[in-house]
């Protein structure tokens, strides 16, 4: 049994938390990681959970019945929540756990007073102009996930031709330096050592990642056994064509 009764993995878009956060979930001791706090707004998360609320229920009442509703979902029969955090939503999340919360002195006592004890995971991605890319690319082309097979898992928008963009990149490679920054700040004003993982070394051992998440998680690494990744890379030869064309304008090695 766990130590902690909650995880949370700190991220943003393309750093890999979907193939971790399904790794997690597969391995059926800890929870099935999901944003489930991504949208900025509390009727989305209504919707999201499919809760109806009388008319005269006040904020805190919504929140509560939210917040039920996501440990339930997020814990899917397991002894621990989990919950994946991408940093453009985490300060809203922060104001609605201050209206459930009002009493607790930081940030991360309201995170403790919500799910209990909570071990958290940064997952970040070293490389920012191959995440930019690969966000770009998404965007444009929308499709987001693919499995081993090719079967296609996430597509949020009809099927568009890449096209090379520098300074959308740049936009975003900037974007993602900011969100590991305010990660590290945020850790650090709240005395959290949170556990590091990075895309790069997942991407090339999954299973070493995972068995490692586990055992800082106080479970059994041998959970990991014989899970094997249901998300295949995207990157392809554009994606490569991309970055080196980025950091050739940029005189970057």
């Known amino acids: 049994m766990s130590p902690y009764a909650s995880y949370v993995i700190c991220t943003s878009p393309r750093s890999g938390s979907t193939l971790f956060c399904n790794l997690l979930s597969a391995t059926g001791v800890a929870g099935d990681p999901k944003s489930y706090f991504h949208e900025s707004s509390v009727s989305d998360w209504l919707r999201y959970f499919d809760l109806e609320m009388a008319e005269t229920a006040d ?65 970040t991605r070293k490389d920012k102009i191959e995440q930019a890319v690969s966000y770009v690319k998404a965007e444009q082309t929308g499709l987001w996930h693919v499995a081993p097979n090719g079967t296609e898992l996430e597509r949020l928008g009809p099927p568009h031709p890449p096209l090379y963009d ?63 990744p249901g998300i295949a890379k995207l990157a392809d030869a554009t994606s490569r064509e991309w970055v080196a064309r980025f950091r050739g304008e940029r005189s970057l090695a």
């Not at 019945?65 to 994946?84: D, V, Y």
């Not at 939503?89 to 909570?118: C, E, I, Y």
């Not at 959308?168 to 330096?177: G, K, L, N, Q, S």
């Open 59 to 123: 904020e805190t009442e919504k929140l509560a019945q939210i917040f039920r509703a996501a440990i339930e979902k997020g814990s899917r029969e397991t002894r621990i929540f989990s919950l994946r955090l991408q940093r453009h939503s985490f300060d809203f999340l922060l104001r609605k756990l201050a209206v459930l919360h009002p009493n607790q002195a930081t940030d991360r006592d309201m995170f403790q007073a919500a799910f209990g004890r909570t071990l958290f995971i940064h997952l």
């Open 166 to 228: 520098a300074t959308e990149i740049a936009r975003w490679v900037d974007r993602f330096t900011a969100y590991d920054l305010d990660w590290s700040n945020w850790f650090d004003t709240q005395g959290i050592n949170p556990v590091r993982f990075t895309y790069e070394a997942l991407s090339s051992d999954p299973a070493a990642i995972l068995g490692e998440a586990l055992e800082a998680l106080g479970l059994d690494r041998g959970c990991a056994d014989g899970i094997t």
